[in-house]
C-alpha cells in the first residue's frame, strides 16, 4: 500500500513570496489533515477536511493561509505572503474517517521543510 | 489546552535498557496514541489505547493509561539503537470535539547508544 505523498520535500523562500505545498493520501482515506511542526515541538492541526469538505480550520491563519482539497483526494496548502514564522516542517496525514474516526490511526506523509529568509 | 506534555523531554541510555515516557494530558479522552518521528521524517503510528483500556502491549512496547490521572506511560523494552527518535502522545479531546481531531505534546527525545 502506497503511504501519503508530499512534494515538495524542501523549500526556500524569502519573506513575502508565496509557497504552495500538494498532498496525496493513501487511496480511500476520507480524511485528510495538515500540520504545522516547528522546530522543537509536537504538530499543530492547522486544517482537517473530511472529503471535500473542511471540518475543522480553527488554527489556519486564514489571512495567509489556504488549503483546498479538490474532488475529495489530493490536497494543496498555500502560504500567501509568507513570513520568516512560517518557517517549520508541514506534515500532511490521512485516515480512514468514516465510523472509526473515534479511534483513527494516522498516517503521516514525509512532510516539506520549509525556510522562509 | 488539551495538549498533552511529555516528560522527559530528553532520555539518554545504553542499548538493551528500557526506556519510559510519561505523558500527561487535562481533558476528558477517547483515546490516546503515541507516535515516533526520526530525524527529519514523518510520524509514525505505535498503539493506541482507548479510554476503557489500562495496558496494551505491540512487540516491545507497553503502554498504560490512567484516566483518573490524566496520565500514560510508554515502555519500550530493551532498547536498540535504531530506537533513536522523539516520541509523542496525542489525544482526542472527548466528547465535544472535532471527531479525529489529535493534539500533541512537545515529544520526548529518546537516544539510544550502542
Known amino acids: 500500500e502506497a503511504g501519503v505523498a508530499q512534494s515538495p520535500r524542501y523549500k526556500i523562500i524569502e519573506k513575502r513570496q508565496s509557497v504552495a505545498f500538494w498532498c496525496n493520501p493513501i487511496?480511500?482515506?476520507?480524511?485528510l489533515y495538515w500540520y504545522q511542526q516547528i522546530l522543537g515541538q509536537g504538530p499543530k492541526l492547522l486544517i482537517q477536511?473530511?472529503?471535500?469538505?473542511?471540518?475543522?480550520d480553527s488554527q489556519l491563519p486564514k489571512d495567509r493561509f489556504s488549503a483546498e482539497r479538490l474532488k475529495g483526494v489530493d490536497s494543496t496548502l498555500k502560504i500567501q505572503p509568507a513570513k520568516l514564522e512560517d518557517s517549520a516542517v508541514y506534515l500532511c496525514?490521512?485516515?480512514?474517517?468514516?465510523?472509526?474516526?473515534?479511534?483513527?490511526?494516522?498516517?503521516f506523509g514525509p512532510g516539506t521543510r520549509l525556510t522562509v529568509l | 489546552s488539551q495538549q498533552g506534555e511529555e516528560d522527559p523531554q530528553a532520555l539518554s541510555i545504553q542499548e538493551g535498557e528500557n526506556a519510559t515516557m510519561n505523558c500527561s494530558y487535562k481533558?476528558?479522552?477517547?483515546?490516546l496514541q503515541w507516535y515516533r518521528q526520526n530525524s527529519g521524517r514523518g510520524l509514525v503510528h505505535l498503539i493506541l489505547?482507548?479510554?476503557?483500556?489500562r495496558e496494551k502491549h505491540s512487540g516491545r512496547l507497553r503502554v498504560t493509561l490512567d484516566t483518573s490521572k490524566k496520565s500514560s506511560s510508554l515502555l519500550i523494552t530493551a532498547s536498540r539503537a535504531a530506537d533513536t527518535a522523539s516520541y509523542f502522545c496525542?489525544?482526542?479531546?472527548?466528547?465535544?470535539?472535532?471527531?479525529?481531531?489529535?493534539?500533541f505534546g512537545r515529544g520526548t527525545q529518546l537516544t539510544v547508544w550502542p
Open positions: 489505547i482507548r479510554s476503557n483500556e
Open positions: 496525514a490521512s485516515s480512514l474517517g468514516g465510523w472509526t474516526m473515534w479511534a483513527d490511526t494516522q498516517y
Open positions: 487511496s480511500g482515506h476520507a480524511t
Open positions: 477536511f473530511q472529503n471535500n469538505g473542511v471540518v475543522d
Open positions: 496525542a489525544t482526542d479531546a472527548g466528547r465535544g470535539s472535532t471527531l479525529g481531531r489529535l493534539y
Open positions: 481533558t476528558s479522552i477517547n483515546n
